[in-house]
């Protein structure tokens, strides 16, 4: 396929890869701000760096003076990450200056990008933001105190939505919410989660619904809980009845991903007989869930029965992807490359999954 960059993308871009006088290729030894974002098994992978002129007073006064990357990547990633050198630089910014760019920024900069190739923009600013983190941790800097936190930290922990691009569930909540994604092919052109095979964009759109559910044709609201409410809609807490009798409805996209239902039991004597009335069988609702509910419900079982005996002997497990009623999983820890690894997938995992969800789930060690 071919693109249609801009005449200043195309430019950056050659400048880049001939490494022509003033462009930013390269590595800074020593550097005082290093970030990374994405991997070369994914097809992107960036390494942003910078060195700053250090005030002998304040280090917030701190200003960026040299700034390089490395990247392995298209011909978007490779001018999107020069651009972005190059405002830095250009603006004379301080490192919790620099804070303050976007992806819409470095678009800005190189005259437009094609919607399928924004997500090399964003790659660039989830790497300097990584890199001013270093840089605080380095001269003390106390972000949190600042008001800033480092969203990404620990994003790589959650269930894994996009196989191809490695891309996780917590990423891709915060991405859709910060850059108010709408339809999955909006994500797959910002982050490129579903660009590839194509299996996850039934995931992706179960995201998009549970996190914009109700706020059709309302204006996004900041608030100070965690998920984004909307105008009109509610707090979390104050859904009206209409949209709980909604979620709670079967195939609407809106089930709550837990083990037992939130809907008071009915009369009882004893509380053995509240309790019963109130459980739903796991194995009933794997049966009837969507793909990505599945995944949820194979994640919990993971969380509850499989992880904590691993723990106890230093190891852990990790969900790599399921597809259907494959579960693709590898262990880390003390459980990584043990010679009884084979047995604990065996006995463990695939038992627990089995009797608690489906006879048919297998797991595949990776």
């Known amino acids: ?36 974002h994405g991997s070369v098994a994914c097809g ?22 040299e700034a390089k990357f490395l990247t392995f990547g298209c011909t978007s990633a490779i001018a999107a990450s020069e651009a972005l050198c190059r405002i830095i630089e250009e603006r004379g910014l301080t490192p919790i200056e620099s ?10 900069y190189l005259e437009g990008l094609p919607t399928q190739k924004i997500h090399c923009s964003v790659m660039g600013a989830e790497a300097l933001e990584t890199a001013v983190f ?7 800097v106390d972000m949190a105190a600042l008001g800033y ?7 790589n922990e959650g269930r894994l939505v996009c196989s191809c691009f490695g891309i996780t569930e917590p990423y891709l909540r915060r991405k859709i919410k910060e850059l108010k994604l709408k339809t999955v092919d909006e994500v797959t052109g910002a982050i490129k989660a579903g660009g590839a095979c ?3 964009r039934g995931d992706i759109q179960d995201i998009l619904t549970d996190i914009w559910s109700g706020c059709e044709g309302s ?37 709550p991903l837990t083990l037992a239902t939130d809907a008071p039991a009915s009369p009882a004597t004893t509380t053995e007989t509240a309790e019963d009335a109130s459980f739903v069988d796991p194995r009933e609702e794997y049966a009837k869930a969507s793909p990505y509910k599945r995944a949820k419900l194979i994640e919990r079982i993971i969380d509850e029965e499989v992880r904590p005996v691993l723990k106890r002997d230093g190891g852990d497990v990790e969900i790599v992807d399921v597809k259907g009623n ?26 627990s999954l089995q009797s608690l969800l489906d006879p048919e789930i297998q797991v595949i060690l990776v």
């Open 1 to 36: 396929m071919s693109w249609q960059y801009s005449e200043k993308t195309k430019k950056l871009f050659m400048d880049a890869v001939q490494g022509k006088s003033g462009t930013h290729v390269g590595e800074i030894e020593n550097a005082d701000g290093v970030g990374e």
């Open 44 to 65: 992107d992978a960036l390494k942003f760096m910078f060195r700053v002129a250090r005030d002998p007073d304040d280090p917030l006064k701190d200003k960026i003076v």
């Open 99 to 108: 804070l303050k760019l976007t992806n819409q920024d470095i678009v800005d």
């Open 134 to 140: 270093d840089w605080a941790s380095k001269r003390g």
């Open 149 to 155: 936190k480092q969203l990404n930290v620990d994003e």
């Open 198 to 200: 194509g299996s996850c």
């Open 219 to 255: 204006k996004p609201v900041e608030t100070d809980a965690a998920p984004e409410t909307c105008e009109g809609v509610g707090k979390p807490d104050e859904k009206p009845a209409a949209a709980t009798a909604e979620a709670s409805a079967p195939g609407s996209g809106f089930v």
């Open 326 to 351: 494959l579960v693709y999983v590898s262990f880390t820890g003390a459980c990584d490359g043990c010679d009884s690894a084979a047995e604990t997938l065996d006995i463990l995992v695939t038992v």
